[in-house]
């Protein structure tokens, strides 16, 4: 029914198309006619002058009449305004249009005895005008000089010239107007003979197009109900394979995550060694000290004592160490109310042992008066500003910067901590600072560009926070230094606290 509905519908449309064509072509040409016919301004500021002219040389001779010989003056106004007549004249004739030139075209193959006429006309007012032309530059001077009385004859010559011109003007513009009028009835029978051959045409094509649209129709239907059953075979396929592909990322993820976790437990390792160095060195010298003095019987309940107690002491303080460890590592989706400046604190504690080896000096500034608490995972948190530290501590070491210095600031704006952590260590290469926190996107030699990106996945999930870094310039000890600045976005436990509970009983759901 709809394709049937279409298929009358569509002569219609066509038929409503070409009435809508002729229309607008019938009032373009009948507005070029009347702009045509409409455009005698000129022509008559053509008559205008030259009457004008006509007057003028009239009104010069009257005056020379009736004024002294010796006072004789030329005709300056007559020749001016004879020469603005020329140049109009020249004007009009070099003025060509399209519609002109059809016109013209038209005129010559189908008017032939009114373009004669034309040509007749436009002849004879050429030879009147070079008359004039002659009469008023040789005669007037020549009759000037002979004889005043001849000059008033003289006057009414160029007059019966001028009046001449003029009818020849007025003879000129109705043979014109007559063409004009052939040729725009000529215009819009052409235009009905031609819309009436469109539209025939457009008929029968439309007969045509729509057998061959009903035989597409029914030949399309038919491949679109096997491509559908096709579609359906694929779609099936396609939701195997993407639940396959998610697994692998899936996988992936945890693999990612895994490896990231192992290179900061490596860290972490080196930390261990280095902060139970000390402390192994001293408990043996301890141990070493309470054998020496039991072999030369020096050894005392008092000193025994004392160095029981410092063993212990010792011994306290490294398993303070594997504690803060196993705490660091056990990220779990607790979420609590905590200081940043304590866990700040903490994460410098567990790395000072690899920054100073590297004589890696870091300064950390903030009001001691403001209290600076966040809600969210403590351990996520510290793991972030860790791997911060890690990446800052390889760039010291792989460019070899003297004098490394490491700036962390704290700071709030309305509702927003703002942690900043700053180098000097030269900057982020600026063609890949906007995908610095992509994944496998590293500035270092033997970088994995992991850790920058499982720090902005941690600092999304586990603390609502924004990251993002730019290189900076500032003065660094009375010199001008440049490095890379990580600024953390997080809100104030006072705002968060409502949001991340909302997100938590919306997972348990």
Known sequence: MGFTFYAKFLPFVFSIGLFTLFLVAYLSIKGLKDDFDGSVPEPLSELSLLNDFQSQYMLETIDILQDNPKGIKTYATSFYQWSLYKNLSQSLNEQRGVFSFLRHIYKITFLTKQNDMILSLERKKQQLVEEVEKTITLEAANILKADRDLLYEHAK????????????????????????????????????????????????????????????????????????????????????????????????????????????????????????????????????????????????????????????????????????????????????????????????????????????????????????????NKHAFMQIVLVLLGNIKDVFAERKIKNPYCFITLGKKDSILHLDIYDNAGGINPHIIDRIFDIYVTTKKMGTGIGLYMAKEMLTKYLQGNIYARNITFNCDGDYCKGALFVLELQLSDTMEGEVDNEREIKRD
């Not at 000193?303 to 660091?328: C, G, P, Q, R, V």
Request: hydrophobic share 45%; aromatic share 8%.
């Open 157 to 376: 010559k160029v007059n019966s010239i001028s009046a001449n011109i003029i009818n020849t003007q007025v003879a000129l513009h109705t043979l014109e107007k007559e063409i004009t009028d052939h040729f725009h009835n000529a215009t819009i029978g052409l235009l009905c003979m031609i819309t009436l051959l469109v539209f025939i045409i457009v008929v029968c094509i439309d007969i045509v197009v729509i057998g061959f649209i009903r035989r597409l129709n029914q030949y399309l239907e038919e491949q679109f109900n096997n491509a559908t059953a096709d579609l359906r075979k694929l779609n099936a396929h396609l939701q195997n394979e993407i639940a396959k592909k998610v697994e692998d990322i899936r996988k992936k993820d945890i693999a990612i995550y895994a490896q990231s976790k192992l290179a900061a437990m490596g860290e972490m390792v080196q930390n261990i060694a280095h902060q139970w160095r000390n402390p192994l060195n001293s408990l043996g010298l301890v141990m070493q000290d309470i054998q020496q003095k039991f072999n030369r019987n020096s050894l005392t309940k008092e000193i025994l004592n004392k160095h029981i107690t410092t063993s212990l002491a010792l011994a306290d303080n490294m398993s303070n160490t594997i504690d803060i460890f196993h705490n660091f590592f056990r990220l779990d989706n607790s979420f609590e109310h905590f200081d940043i400046k304590d866990a700040i604190h903490e994460v410098v504690i567990i790395y000072e042992p690899l920054l100073q080896a590297l004589n890696i000096q870091i300064h950390i500034e903030y009001d001691t008066q403001e209290e600076y608490r966040i809600f969210g």
